[in-house]
T-cell receptor, first 114, second 114 residues
């Protein structure tokens, strides 16, 4: 079975600073990887995903994540954060043989301070 | 991608009563899932809602407590039965539309049991 570890439960950062939210996964088969964002009092939204091909994937709001197979990681980065990026971020993994069922990490709370 | 309407968005219920949560998808989805998100925690999968048949429950969740229906490919309900304060949580439904496309989530139901 697959598993996901988000290494930081809380990440405080000042506005316009860079940020990295770390995610490691474990699986014996090939995987699909996802980052979801949950703004306060809302449901989860898909932020970006890695299915295959280029290991660097980007979202429309400036986030990017890189799939590193050797390190089994899928860290999320943004070079300059905004107050509006304050949210909970969840990393998730599903295996290609059962792509409909995802396993979620415990989440990382990103707090952007002015 | 699919859009999921979930209702109610929140409710305060008396212990011993039941609440039914509905999710309506604007297009057909292959699979639907129900999650629970307790305060400050990640998502826990309750069950997979199967169209026209009994849901598939995860360990620790039973049909008598969380009956689920999915009469067609675009609609599902979750009932939280005989509620206690420990059932206070956010309940989320999600839809999965195809291999590796990630989940679409409803906006969640914030349940408080008093």
């Amino acid at each position: 079975a697959q598993s996901v570890t988000q290494l930081d439960s809380q990440v405080p950062v000042f506005e316009e600073a860079p940020v990295e939210l770390r995610c490691n996964y474990s699986s014996s088969v090939s995987v699909y990887l996802f980052w979801y964002v949950q703004y306060p009092n809302q449901g989860l939204q898909l932020l970006l995903k890695y299915l295959s091909g280029s290991t660097l994937v980007k979202s429309i709001n400036g986030f990017e994540a890189e799939f590193n197979k050797s390190q089994t990681s899928f860290h999320l980065r943004k070079p300059s954060v905004h107050i509006s990026d304050t949210a909970e971020y969840f990393c998730a993994v599903s295996v290609s043989t059962n792509a409909g069922k995802s396993t979620f990490g415990d989440g990382t709370t990103l707090t952007v301070k002015p | 991608s699919a859009v999921i309407s979930q209702k109610p968005s929140r409710d305060i219920c008396q212990r011993g009563t039941s609440l039914t949560i509905q999710c309506q998808v604007d297009s057909q989805v292959t699979m639907m899932f129900w999650y629970r998100q307790q305060p400050g925690q990640s998502l826990t999968l309750i069950a997979t809602a199967n169209q026209g048949s009994e849901a598939t429950y995860e360990s620790g969740f039973v049909i008598d407590k969380f009956p689920i229906s999915r009469p067609n490919l675009t609609f599902s309900t979750l009932t939280v039965s005989n509620m206690s304060p420990e059932d206070s949580s956010i309940y989320l439904c999600s839809g999965y539309t195809g291999q590796g496309y990630g989940y679409t989530f409803g906006s969640g139901t914030r349940l408080t049991v008093v």
